[in-house]
């Protein structure tokens, strides 16, 4: 797809707006600080494998103890309070609202939403 | 949401407003052949009366199938859905939607691209972009 140069330097200034907006920065941050905590990382890693584990449990046909049940909310609690995933989960919101509303600016000048004409990458 | 390890970084802008630069960005994108021709396709699809008439069935056969004979109704809907698809006006909506989907689709690389991270699937307010 050809763009015109003038489209091709406002996407690109866009982007580097994008880059550098503190919500953005923030959850840059917030994503090596968790990256940095092998405890962290641990953590979360034994929630997505007891998810993995009961699911395929479940979706076998077997039923799933009280105890197991509860042990896994138990670590998903855990997991959610950890104040490093907290942090990364909190920065991502943000980041995400930050984007939405500068995709508004560009979906209200067009009349239709934006992010709904992108192709899924 | 994942940020690419290689954003563009050069030249830096510094004190821009992100919410202009899009609003800029929004008009340049409404000049273009590709958004003409899909935003008069849609015009056209909206006041179409044969679509409309044939929405107005397929919102009755879909309420119809909650009370009704589902089988009886799901065969109704895949009728009228046929008929949809095969009016000019929406062929045509479709086309210019494919072009538009292609331009936006290019320009969001762009902007990706510079910013080091999915720009419009991290902005969906509806549906799951799942953190791509």
Same mark, same amino acid.
């Given at each position: 797809m050809e763009l015109s140069a003038e489209i091709t330097l406002t996407a690109q +200034?866009?982007?580097?707006? @994008?880059? +550098? *907006?503190?919500?953005?920065?923030?959850?840059? @941050?917030? =994503?090596? *600080?968790?990256? *940095?905590d092998p405890e962290a990382l641990a953590l979360e890693q034994r929630l997505y494998k007891s998810y993995e584990s009961l699911l395929a449990r479940q979706q076998a046909g077997e039923a799933l103890s009280q105890a197991e049940i509860l042990a896994f909310n138990r670590l998903r609690a855990e997991v959610q309070s950890h104040p490093l995933i907290?942090?990364?989960?909190?920065?991502?919101?943000e980041a995400k609202a930050y @984007?939405? +509303? =500068? *995709?508004?600016?560009?979906? @209200?000048v067009l009349q239709v939403d934006y992010t709904a004409l992108v192709k899924e990458p | 949401m994942e940020t690419r390890s290689d954003? !563009?970084?050069?030249? !830096? !802008?510094?004190?821009?407003?992100g919410r202009a630069v899009a609003r800029t960005l929004g008009r340049l994108l409404r000049q273009t052949s590709?958004?003409?021709?899909?935003?008069?396709?849609?015009?056209a699809a909206n006041q179409d009366p044969v679509l409309q008439r044939l929405g107005e069935q397929i919102r009755a056969?879909? &309420?119809a199938r909650l009370w009704g004979d589902e089988g009886e109704h799901e065969a109704a809907l895949a009728r009228l859905e046929q008929e949809v698809e095969m009016l000019s006006v929406?062929?045509?909506?479709?086309?210019?939607?494919?072009?538009?989907?292609?331009?936006?689709?290019? !320009?969001?690389?762009?902007?990706?691209?510079? &910013?080091?991270?999915?720009?419009?699937?991290?902005?969906r307010r509806s549906g799951c972009s799942c953190g791509g």
């Open positions: +200034q866009l982007g580097q707006i @994008l880059g +550098q *907006a503190p919500a953005i920065q923030a959850y840059r @941050l917030a =994503v090596q *600080a968790f990256a *940095a907290l942090r990364r989960e909190t920065a991502l919101r @984007l939405a +509303q =500068v *995709a508004d600016e560009i979906s @209200l | 954003p !563009v970084t050069e030249p !830096v !802008v510094t004190g821009a407003d590709e958004y003409e021709a899909f935003w008069q396709a849609l015009q056969q879909q &309420a929406v062929r045509d909506y479709h086309q210019a939607e494919s072009r538009v989907n292609a331009l936006f689709s290019a !320009v969001d690389a762009l902007i990706s691209q510079a &910013a080091g991270l999915d720009f419009a699937a991290n902005a």
